[in-house]
């Protein structure tokens, strides 16, 4: 009975450790949506960009990266996902030191869920080079990604 209990217990842990189950399953909530980037080239940086409501045709994108230089890097929302990154469709404003803020003229509903990739650029020089990527297909709960502390 007692190894029946340190085994539901184990279960339980290993859920607890295994977010990313779990953020697939959750829907965002109405004003604000947010996703992971995932680090490109083996560049480090991972972080979020959160996507909030502001107003009928307005949408405010927030990138919060880690491991960042202190330099400008672009980024843009692109259309495609990640894995085949098509056209740009927005561009943001530069990431500098890890952080950016962009109004989109776009409504939320427009922009969350549509085949969208956001994507961070090495730097002004090397914008070839792929950093950090997001599908915006792939919304997570801000509870379940918070920003890493640097
Ligand atoms: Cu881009």
Excluded: W
Excluded at 6 to 14: K, L, S, V
Excluded at 37 to 63: C, D, M, Q, R, Y
Excluded at 102 to 109: D, F, G
């Amino acid at each position: 009975m007692k190894a029946q209990r340190i085994a539901i217990f184990a279960a339980a842990a290993a859920l607890v450790g295994a977010p990313a189950l779990a953020q697939d399953a959750m829907k965002a909530s109405a004003g604000l949506h947010s996703y992971q980037f995932s680090a490109e080239n083996g560049s480090g940086e991972t972080g979020t960009v959160s996507l909030a409501a502001a107003g009928k045709n307005s949408t405010t994108v927030t990138i919060a990266i880690t491991g960042a230089p202190a330099g400008a890097q672009p980024a843009h929302i692109h259309k495609g996902s990640c894995a085949k990154l098509g056209a740009v469709v927005y561009p943001l404003s530069n990431v500098v030191g890890g952080k950016s803020t962009s109004a989109v003229k776009s409504s939320l509903p427009d922009l969350a869920g549509e085949a969208y990739a956001v994507n961070v650029h090495k730097s002004l020089s090397d914008i070839g080079t792929y950093v950090a990527c997001a599908d915006l297909t792939k919304a997570v709960t801000p509870a379940s990604s918070p920003v890493p502390k640097m």
